[in-house]
């Protein structure tokens, strides 16, 4: 069958085809707050052309991320077999039902060592829906560059080790974080009103604000406590891995 690309998101490595056929068989999603680590899950696939492929695991870990695969990362992590050819496919429960889509494998010889990663159900939903309705996927960005807090680092800024955030390594100038006043070496510790313990947990919540609405900032500035409002714009495509 011909399919037509609808839409594409690099940001997750996800598209949404379309394939004009009738009574096409349909899996029904998951809903992914119910999973757990040691939940039994299948892979489904086409590996090295190996068509209807299937194997089966365990989940190993959830909320996967700073692999550096994709911008966002909150993959579910695991020991089912996933092979080139496995990108694409359906990761199900054991009772059939979508719990991801398998994107990639943690390896050194370029075949399976026992750790495969899949986009969650949940966000690929939330992409398919915002792709089918708008032809692309809107997330909020204060153009600033991100990075964590390391033991080095809160020496050096004279700030407890102990510290948690989103370490702002850099800022544009003309973006909404420059404007709002956020400064190089500022640390997030909060994003309207959620708590930010690393530089992940504030791309995912800059991601999910509204463009054009306004967002609280608590930042640790050296020794002091500031708080900034930082109205949100409109994340460039293909931006990168920065915020």
Same mark, same amino acid.
């Given at each position: 069958?011909?399919?037509?690309?609808?839409?594409?998101d690099?940001e997750?490595?996800?598209?949404?085809?379309?394939?004009e056929?009738d009574?096409l068989?349909?899996?029904?999603?998951?809903?992914g707050d119910?999973m757990r680590?040691?939940?039994v899950?299948l892979?489904?696939?086409?590996?090295?052309n190996?068509?209807?492929?299937?194997?089966?695991?365990?989940?190993?870990?959830l909320?996967?991320?700073g692999?550096?695969i994709?911008?966002y990362e909150?993959?579910i992590?695991?020991?089912?077999?996933i092979n080139?050819?496995?990108?694409?496919?359906?990761?199900?429960?054991?009772?059939?039902?979508?719990?991801g889509?398998?994107?990639?494998?943690?390896?050194?010889?370029?075949g399976?060592?026992?750790?495969?990663?899949?986009?969650?159900?949940d966000?690929a939903?939330?992409?398919?829906d915002?792709?089918?309705?708008?032809?692309?996927?809107?997330?909020?960005?204060?153009?600033?560059e991100?990075g964590?807090?390391?033991?080095?680092?809160?020496a050096?800024l004279?700030?407890?080790?102990?510290? *948690?955030? +989103?370490?702002? =390594?850099?800022?544009?100038?003309?973006g909404?974080?420059g404007?709002? /006043?956020? $400064? %190089?070496?500022d640390?997030?510790?909060?994003?309207d009103g959620?708590?930010i313990?690393?530089?992940?947990d504030?791309?995912?919540?800059?991601?999910q604000?509204?463009?054009?609405?306004?967002? *609280?900032? +608590?930042?640790? =500035?050296?020794d002091?406590s500031?708080?900034l409002t930082?109205r949100? /714009?409109? $994340? %460039?495509?293909?931006?990168?891995?920065?915020?």
């Amino acid at each position: 069958a011909q399919a037509r690309i609808v839409g594409s998101d690099p940001e997750t490595d996800l598209a949404v085809l379309r394939i004009e056929l009738d009574d096409l068989p349909t899996v029904a999603f998951s809903k992914g707050d119910g999973m757990r680590v040691g939940d039994v899950v299948l892979a489904i696939g086409n590996p090295y052309n190996l068509g209807q492929t299937v194997t089966s695991g365990i989940v190993s870990a959830l909320n996967r991320g700073g692999l550096g695969i994709n911008t966002y990362e909150n993959f579910i992590q695991t020991d089912a077999a996933i092979n080139p050819g496995n990108s694409g496919g359906a990761l199900v429960d054991v009772h059939g039902n979508l719990v991801g889509i398998n994107t990639a494998i943690y390896t050194r010889s370029g075949g399976f060592q026992g750790i495969g990663l899949a986009v969650p159900a949940d966000t690929a939903r939330m992409v398919l829906d915002a792709l089918i309705r708008d032809g692309t996927v809107v997330r909020g960005w204060i153009g600033a560059e991100l990075g964590d807090v390391t033991p080095e680092l809160a020496a050096h800024l004279s700030i407890p080790a102990s510290t *948690r955030g +989103a370490l702002i =390594r850099g800022v544009l100038a003309s973006g909404p974080a420059g404007e709002a /006043g956020l $400064r %190089p070496a500022d640390v997030v510790q909060s994003f309207d009103g959620q708590e930010i313990g690393g530089s992940r947990d504030l791309l995912n919540a800059v991601a999910q604000a509204k463009p054009g609405s306004d967002a *609280r900032v +608590a930042v640790l =500035r050296r020794d002091q406590s500031v708080e900034l409002t930082v109205r949100i /714009g409109q $994340r %460039p495509r293909s931006q990168g891995r920065d915020d």
